[in-house]
């Protein structure tokens, strides 16, 4: 939100600081060629054990395209056993600027707090969303356990 001014028509990524990424090929790299293949919003995805899936935000799988596939839904942690697919939210986006003109009438949602789900929901009526199913291994920084399991990850790794 406090970036709005900043980014003004164009298109921007939102990378969550807490959510650490590992893999050979950059998240943000599959990302962007999904986005130069739609053009449209972009939302990296994995999965989740569907008894999890309560915890995310989820989307809903449609139609394949070369890098990605169609979103037919979000859902900001749905209750036990409704959830669209396993299919969570990242951490990681590619966003039109007009979700700023949403964000700034969004009421408060799950947590009471503003959920940025649930406005790409409302951008969801008038622009597509697709999702990059993401294969690497994503560290949640957000708690004590992720933060140290981060660090053993990297200072492991290669």
């Known amino acids: 939100w406090c970036a709005r001014e ?9 990378l969550l600081p807490d959510m650490i990424m590992q893999s050979e090929k950059s998240c943000m790299k599959e990302m962007v060629e999904l986005y130069a293949e739609t053009g449209n919003n972009i939302v990296a995805v994995q999965e ?19 890098h990605g596939f169609r979103i037919t839904g979000m859902v900001e942690k749905p209750k036990t056993g409704t959830a669209p697919s396993n299919l969570y939210i990242n951490g990681r986006y590619i966003l039109q600027p007009e979700i700023f003109g949403i964000l ?8 009471n707090e503003i959920q940025l789900t649930d406005a790409m929901l409302k951008l969801e009526k008038q622009q597509p969303f697709y999702g990059c199913h993401y294969q690497g291994r994503t560290f949640d920084c957000g708690s004590p356990e992720g933060f140290v399991e981060a660090n053993v990850a990297f200072a492991l790794w290669r």
């Open 6 to 14: 900043l980014v003004g028509d164009e298109p921007f990524a939102l």
């Open 104 to 111: 700034e009438g969004q009421e408060k949602g799950a947590g």
């Open 48 to 66: 989740c054990d569907p008894a999890e899936a309560h915890k995310y935000g989820i989307v809903g799988r449609g139609e394949d395209t070369h």
